[in-house]
């Protein structure tokens, strides 16, 4: 038998919370991965915020041995991919590494926006699959219903499907001999010239860069020169290793297996995801295709609360890009909140969980400016503008039309909550594209702007279908649309902070609850604080902050007390007139915070 027929590479896929971390830790059990003593729930998702939040962010790899019944010893390598929308780039790259995915669906939920997202994915990148029913313990379970549900809103045939628990360990036997007989070990052959896909890098304090790497053809040797060929770059290996999970140093890593290298580089982006790497001694002529780059999405603002804290933010965000490469941050400063950073993330829980991070393990309070998108703007003189952050909004007389980014939605719902869905998506200037049946869940396909998602869509969704609905989305491409940018004033200043484009339609609704809101929140001053919302030089909304009265009457009495009261009076005006004009009005962090709810209220 060669090396390459007694090697499996696959990956674990499936929605949000149907067991893929747990079905993992039943596999690195009974293949001995590691004791019963250093056993631990979720023992592949290594951040404390993926264990708190019981969610993968990032892809685990781990080796493990496996003794079949027919008595070979197989080599099994597993990774352990994110079930959420935000990590899909996560999810794409683990998948080239494999022939085969293990698809998880929950016995008692059925199939499931990402469910669906993931398995296409996996056939696109020509995978064999096995489906497992999980959670088969619960009394809730129906594996007849899911397995028609599979063949029905998938396609995929389910003779072959094996029930599991990756609480009580069974079925696991099952799985582990139908990966054996059923995936299909790698081809590349170990004699031909080096071809190795780099599949991940992360940066460690004490080893620099570490490669995770899966070697199609040849071999990678300790002390060998290699050549990433999108740059050019030569280094050598230092160290080769496995992830059992714990790491482990090899001599080499042969074709088809996945393995770890560290070279010595020290900067982070001179490791491309989706490289190849070649031997120097023996270059090959083509690339490996690798991977569309991820894209920032949404874009936000991050502000220390304390301005002395933003020497610490600019540390916090350059130690976080050296792990997660896929967010991106540049300087920017506000009249309003100082000195901070516009940053772009992959989605909504990422920036939530890049910003927890930095709060948490750098002590940082923050303030978070509205999410938006990128917008395209073409102006009269032919030439295209890419808009991230609104107060950079060219004179609306240089604007021709301006185009944001749509998606194409896939939400699976109970029935009984489908008019509420769809009211959502209408609300939201949703376009349906399909809707079918399979038992008593639908599954529902919109076209959205993306701009309208980012908000709260996913927060609203789950509210009015009591969290049963799901939601997967791919961005599709840029459409023109009606949208203007709305300005908040506060004592006729404008607050860059608080500025976002929107739909014309939707402006003077959304304005005129800013203008409330903020009302509630600035604290009363001296005198009367107008609040505005604007587009251009027209004041679509506003709120007044009445002034503190003083009473500057009431010793006042006698003679000619009328005409002194008089001049008092208007004494006072003036001073207020002085005051609103020269004054400065303190927007309280509360304020920002605040704004930023309206979205997840209305």
């Not at 070279?263 to 031997?279: A, E, H, P, Q």
């Not at 920017?332 to 100082?338: C, D, H, K, Q, V």
């Not at 009015?464 to 961005?475: L, N, P, V």
Request: charged letters at 25%.
């Amino acid at each position: 038998m060669s090396t390459n027929e007694i090697i499996r590479n696959f990956s674990i896929i499936a929605h949000i919370d149907h067991g893929k971390s747990t079905l993992a830790d039943r596999l690195i059990h009974k293949c001995g991965g590691l004791t019963d003593r250093e056993m631990k729930e979720q023992v592949l998702d290594s951040m404390d915020i993926e264990r708190e939040r019981g969610i993968t962010i990032k892809a685990q790899t781990v080796r493990l041995n496996y003794k079949a019944k027919d008595g070979k010893n197989y080599t099994l390598n597993i990774i352990d991919t994110p079930g959420h929308v935000d990590f899909s780039y996560e999810v794409s790259r683990s998948l080239s590494a494999c022939e085969g995915s293990i698809l998880i669906v929950d016995s008692t939920q059925g199939v499931e926006a990402q469910t669906l997202a993931n398995v296409y994915q996996a056939l696109d990148n020509n995978h064999e699959i096995i489906p497992v029913l999980n959670k088969i313990d619960l009394p809730a379970a129906d594996t007849n219903k899911v397995k028609k549900q599979i063949e029905d809103v998938i396609g995929i045939d389910t003779s072959n499907t094996i029930n599991c628990s990756g609480k009580t360990g069974e079925g696991v036997d099952d799985i582990l001999e139908s990966i054996i007989k059923n995936l299909p070990s790698p081809k590349g052959n170990p004699a031909n010239p080096l071809k190795c896909l780099l599949v991940d890098s992360w940066y460690d304090s004490y080893l620099g860069v570490v490669i995770l790497v899966r070697v199609i053809d040849g071999s990678l040797k300790k002390g060998m020169q290699i050549k990433m060929m999108s740059n050019n770059t030569r280094h050598v290996i230092e160290k080769a290793g496995v992830f059992t999970p714990k790491p482990k140093d090899v001599d080499k890593i042969s074709s088809g297996e996945i393995g770890f290298i560290i070279t010595g580089i020290r900067n982070l982006s001179d490791t491309k995801v989706g490289d190849t790497i070649c031997d120097v001694a023996n270059p090959i002529d083509k690339p490996l295709p690798g991977f569309k780059p991820s894209k920032p999405v949404v874009f936000c603002g991050l502000f220390p609360v304390d301005n002395s804290e933003y020497q610490k933010l600019k540390d916090g965000l350059a130690k976080l890009k050296l792990n997660d490469s896929s967010f991106s941050y540049e300087p920017e400063s506000s009249s309003a909140l100082g000195l901070g950073f516009r940053c772009g993330f992959l989605g909504l829980l990422h920036l939530e969980i890049v910003t927890q991070r930095l709060e948490r393990e750098f002590d940082i309070n923050l303030i978070t400016t509205t999410p938006g998108v990128i917008y395209k703007i073409n102006k009269r003189d032919g030439s295209v503008k890419e808009l991230q952050n609104p107060t950079d909004m060219p004179d609306p007389t240089q604007i021709l039309s301006i185009e944001e980014p749509w998606i194409k939605a896939t939400i699976i719902t109970p029935d009984e909550y489908l008019g509420s869905i769809i009211k959502i998506c209408q609300d939201k200037r949703g376009i349906q594209n399909n809707l079918t049946y399979s038992g008593n869940r639908v599954v529902l396909s919109y076209e959205l702007p993306l701009n309208e998602v980012v908000f709260d869509f996913y927060d609203r969704l789950k509210s009015i279908s009591s969290g049963y609905a799901s939601f997967d989305y791919e961005i599709t491409g840029y459409k023109e649309g009606n949208l203007v940018k709305m300005g908040i004033l506060v004592n006729a200043e404008p607050v860059d902070a608080l500025s976002m484009i929107i739909y014309k339609d939707f402006a003077q609704s959304q304005g005129s609850l800013v203008c409330e809101k903020l009302k509630e929140l600035i604290p009363k001053h001296n005198f009367q604080i107008p609040i505005q919302a604007a587009i251009g030089g027209k004041i679509i909304a506003r709120e007044t902050i009445k002034g503190f009265k003083k009473d500057v009457l009431t010793k006042i009495h006698g003679g000619g007390a009328r005409d002194r009261k008089r001049k008092l009076l208007d004494k006072q005006k003036k001073g207020k007139a002085r005051a609103k004009q020269f004054g400065r009005v303190e927007i309280p962090q509360e304020a920002f915070i605040g704004v930023l709810k309206i979205n997840k209220e209305t």
